[in-house]
């Protein structure tokens, strides 16, 4: 059973940082890219960072200098370092992992930015 679990979430202020975490079960997790989305009631989920498994590393514009993605496949598991957070950060994040024709989702966490 292919299972992903995202932990981290939770309230900032602005200017402050989170990492969240994704860990996964029940696949090849080294040969899986990763990926982080996140997505705000009534709108489309959009791609936040990707890490290949090669370890190369795709940023959607806003979060470019301030998000990091990183992942150690000797625990399975996939990181989003948050910073300098913003309002327009507030979403719930999701993980995903993909390889070929195989996707698999986490059941997301929730960030929120506010003051």
């Known amino acids: 059973q292919v299972q992903l679990l995202e932990s981290g979430g939770g309230f900032v202020q602005p200017g402050g940082s989170l990492r969240l975490s994704c860990q996964g079960s029940?696949?090849?997790?080294?040969?899986?890219?990763m990926s982080w989305y996140r997505q705000a009631p009534g709108k489309q989920r959009e791609l936040v960072a990707t890490i290949t498994s090669d370890g190369n590393t795709v940023y959607e514009d806003s979060v470019k200098g301030r998000f990091t993605i990183a992942r150690d496949n000797g625990k399975n598991t996939v990181y989003l370092q948050m910073n300098g957070l913003k309002p327009e950060d507030t979403d719930v994040y999701f993980c995903?992992?993909?390889?070929?024709?195989?996707?698999?989702w986490g059941q997301g966490t929730q960030v929120t930015v506010s003051s």
């Open positions: 029940g696949i090849l997790f080294r040969g899986f890219a």
């Open positions: 995903n992992a993909r390889f070929m024709q195989l996707n698999y």
